[in-house]
């Protein structure tokens, strides 16, 4: 029995629930109340992500369809899975995202799929979506497409072209894991996608010879995402492979996605997910790499069996662990010291190395700038203040701990 568009909505959305990676961050503004069209990259609604910036973001996030030719172990649309199956038309996906972006339910479209035929022809129709939505109906909302495994560079790049953001999934953080749990891909070509993909945004943001001007293409650049706990990977093997990534491919983001058990799932998976707090940690740790100066073997140097701690947070972890590198004097030490100070956040170092220029700095400063006192005074000397021995005290890491709970019976 034919499905109507309401019942395949609910199996679509649903599906694409597994994808974590549609945050829509970066890229560039644009509004029609100024420039005609029809959508906006900004502005608010019903909110399903969040921006790094901490702005509430509504995105219509789809698939086109959850049949799928492959078999990976992982998912649960795979092609020996019994879930319900469900497909839209290109044609319904723009009007579904039209409609809704006009209700002010959504600000964007994220779009993915299955693989239905073939790459090519899955690619070819997502991007149909993405190049009449901007052409047709001149919609101007934020696009993000989830490109399709071994398609060819031309359609890739004719997405580029539409969609605010491209990511193409890396999926397990080694080429191992791929090749025992997904072997209808290639680690390779995700790899030489990705590589292809890099040379030509640098190349259209180079400006042209006749008008000088950089052309847009993909602006909000490319994004991964990993399953984390599904092949026994360790949390130093997960961020070494992200730390390669962000190298190699100048991704904007690695999405770390914590494995959930599927119905029918093959006996080689994990029978429970890995505790949320773990895809926590990650995503701090990858923070601390990107932005806080910190290499990947400073996070995970120390940690029993390579993960990281699951209690604190990775920058206490290794503050603890480094304790001869503080106290910190706030009046003096440089910005790299600084961001390394746990309870400091890259906003109040800025605010810090300002406000030092003019006048020493008292904890007082500090709790104006909204900054937990209680977690830095071990780690810092102020004016008219010194950590005496705190920072040396046995307990300091029980001072942080969470408190214990006592555990259900039910």
């Known amino acids: 029995m034919k499905k109507s568009l309401q019942e395949r909505l609910a199996i679509l959305s649903d599906a694409a629930k597994y994808d974590a990676s549609c945050a829509s961050s970066g890229t560039t503004k644009r509004n029609s109340a100024a420039s005609g069209g029809l959508g906006s990259t900004e502005g608010s609604g019903i909110c399903h992500a969040y921006a790094p910036d901490g702005r509430c973001i509504s995105l219509l996030k789809i698939l ?62 997502m991007v149909k979506v993405a190049r009449e939505l901007r052409t047709v109906h001149n919609f101007r909302g934020y696009i993000h497409l989830k490109t399709i495994p071994e398609a060819s560079q031309r359609l890739i790049e004719e997405a580029g072209l539409y969609a605010d953001r491209l990511s193409i999934n890396i999926e397990l953080p080694t080429d191992s894991g791929i090749s025992a749990y997904a072997p209808q891909k290639q680690p390779e070509g995700i790899r030489r996608s990705m590589g292809d993909l890099r040379l030509k945004m640098e190349e259209m943001a180079e400006p042209t010879l006749r008008t ?64 949320l707090m773990r895809e926590h940690r990650l995503y701090q740790a990858d923070w ?90 071990p780690f810092i000397v102020a004016e008219g203040y010194t950590p005496a021995v705190l920072t040396d005290r046995a307990d300091l890491r029980a001072r942080f701990s969470p408190a214990p709970e006592q555990l259900s019976l039910l």
């Open 212 to 275: 000088r001007k950089r052309r847009t293409f993909a602006p909000a650049g490319q994004s991964t995402q990993m399953i984390v706990g599904a092949d026994g990977a360790n949390d130093a093997t997960i961020l070494g492979t992200s730390a390669r990534l962000y190298g190699s491919y100048r991704l904007k983001r690695v999405y770390y996605s914590a494995f959930s058990p599927i119905p029918d799932a093959s006996r080689a998976l994990p029978l429970v997910k890995p505790p």
């Open 64 to 125: 086109l369809t959850n049949f799928c030719i492959y078999d990976c172990a992982y998912c649960i649309n795979r092609s020996s899975s019994n879930v319900e199956r469900a497909r839209f038309t290109p044609d319904e996906v723009i009007w579904l995202t039209l409609e809704f972006y006009r209700r002010n339910y959504i600000e964007g479209l994220f779009l993915s799929s299955g693989i239905i035929r073939s790459s090519d022809d899955t690619m070819e129709q």
């Open 288 to 377: 601390l790499y990107r932005f806080y100066g910190f290499d990947i073997g400073e996070i995970t140097q120390g940690q029993s069996g390579g993960m990281l701690d699951l209690d604190i947070d990775p920058k206490l972890a290794w503050a603890l662990a480094n304790r001869g590198r503080f106290p910190v004097d706030i009046n003096k030490a440089e910005r790299e010291m600084l961001l390394r100070v746990p309870g400091f956040g890259t906003k109040t170092v800025a605010s810090i190395l300002s406000a030092r220029r003019f006048r020493r700095l008292r904890l007082e400063d500090l709790k104006r700038l909204g900054v937990s006192l209680r977690k830095v005074q």
